[in-house]
């Protein structure tokens, strides 16, 4: 099973900014299509945002997309999600994970390998 490290997670006042990264060791990022997710107190496992391997085509929730930005650094053998225009329904543990099969959009299609990273957005 693939390790993988969330981080960039804090408290942060609603309209402000967070750069999450995820990282893995003993593994090489960039030969996975990677997801980032959430999961706010309650609820399910939600979709966030993705990228492809090959190519790097991305993929957003609808209701966060223009919001949120996915991007990863092969170099780093890392992955990234940029949020802007936080508001307090961004709150949630974040976490990044690797692509098995099936929809990107789904959490079942995908392995998740890291403890998440905690974010909090107050009004």
């Known amino acids: 099973q693939v390790q993988l490290v969330e981080s960039g997670g804090r408290l942060v006042q609603a309209g402000g900014s967070l750069r999450l990264s995820c990282s893995a060791s003993?593994?090489?990022?960039?030969?996975?299509?990677m997801g980032w997710f959430r999961q706010a107190p309650g609820k399910e496992r939600e979709f966030v945002a993705g990228?492809?391997?090959?190519?790097?085509?991305?993929y957003y929730s609808d209701s966060l997309k223009g919001r949120f930005t996915i991007s990863r650094d092969d170099a780093k053998n890392s992955v990234y999600l940029q949020m802007n225009s936080l508001k307090p329904e961004d709150t949630a543990v974040y976490y990044c994970?690797?692509?098995?099969?099936?929809?990107?959009?789904?959490?079942?299609?995908?392995?998740?390998g890291g403890q998440g990273t905690e974010v909090t957005v107050s009004t």
């Open positions: 994970a690797t692509f098995v099969e099936g929809s990107y959009y789904q959490p079942t299609s995908y392995a998740f």
């Open positions: 990228i492809e391997w090959r190519g790097g085509t991305t």
């Open positions: 003993g593994v090489i990022l960039r030969a996975y299509t």
